[in-house]
């Protein structure tokens, strides 16, 4: 069974940073896709950040140039940077993997940006 497991999420202040965590119980290489999504209360669940095997990333509009998604392989682990918060970046932040054609989710943990 494959699991996503998030961490990182928390209370900070506009202008501010945070990194989100997601482990993965299979050798994060054979992901072919694994990305960040977030959901807004009200909203439907958006694309944040993906990252592809060979490397290649794409970020939404809203968060580019703020935002960063990275692979650790040794960890088997996936981040996402975020700097610059704003009050619109408060949301369950999603994990997402791709394997062998399956779609994986993690729990969710919650961002929220608030002075």
């Known amino acids: 069974q494959v699991q996503l497991v998030e961490s990182g999420g928390g209370l900070v202040q506009p202008g501010g940073s945070l990194r989100l965590s997601c482990a993965t119980s299979?050798?994060?290489?054979?992901?072919?896709?694994m990305g960040w999504y977030r959901q807004a209360p009200g909203n439907q669940r958006e694309l944040v950040a993906t990252?592809?095997?060979?490397?290649?990333?794409n970020y939404a509009l809203p968060v580019k140039g703020r935002f960063t998604i990275s692979r650790d392989i040794a960890k088997n682990t996936v981040y996402l940077q975020m700097n610059s918060l704003k009050a619109e970046d408060t949301a369950v932040y999603y994990c997402?993997?791709?394997?062998?054609?399956?779609?994986?989710w993690g729990q969710g943990t919650q961002v929220t940006v608030s002075s």
């Open positions: 997402n993997g791709q394997l062998n054609g399956y779609n994986y």
């Open positions: 990252s592809t095997i060979g490397g290649s990333t």
């Open positions: 299979r050798d994060i290489f054979r992901f072919y896709l």
